[in-house]
């Protein structure tokens, strides 16, 4: 019932940017917070910013603060994370997922299938 897609991923030289779009269709009124995540081959998921339901509210894993910004359109019904100084350490699969229950709670419900990141040195 509830369907994301992330877009925006690619192949991009050190201290290049990206942006990468997650639109959200199905039961998504009311809106819910939402967050960016990543995972690179031999490490663990990590989560790399996330956003409130009204986008008043913002946080960036220690990783990426200064060179991300996340960010929301409801009306699209679209999130986005802007990176920017990518780094080859910011190689993976970005995913983003919908936290329904709010960031305190931090359970994330639903999730997309994944744009790829590769950072060339």
């Known amino acids: 019932q509830v369907q994301l897609v992330e877009s925006g991923g690619g192949l991009v030289q050190a201290g290049g940017s990206l942006r990468l779009s997650c639109v959200a269709s199905?039961?998504?009124?009311?809106?819910?917070?939402m967050g960016w995540f990543r995972q690179a081959p031999g490490k663990e998921r990590e989560r790399v910013a996330a956003i409130s339901r009204s986008g008043d509210n913002t946080y960036y894993a220690d990783s990426v603060k200064g060179r991300s910004t996340i960010s929301r359109d409801n009306a699209k019904n679209t999130v986005y994370l802007q990176m920017n100084s990518l780094k080859p350490e910011d190689t993976a699969v970005y995913y983003c997922?919908?936290?329904?229950?709010?960031?305190?709670?931090?359970?994330?419900?639903?999730w997309g299938q994944g744009t790829q990141v590769t950072v060339s040195s």
């Open positions: 199905g039961r998504t009124i009311p809106t819910y917070a």
């Open positions: 997922a919908l936290a329904p229950a709010g960031l305190l709670v931090g359970r994330y419900d639903y």
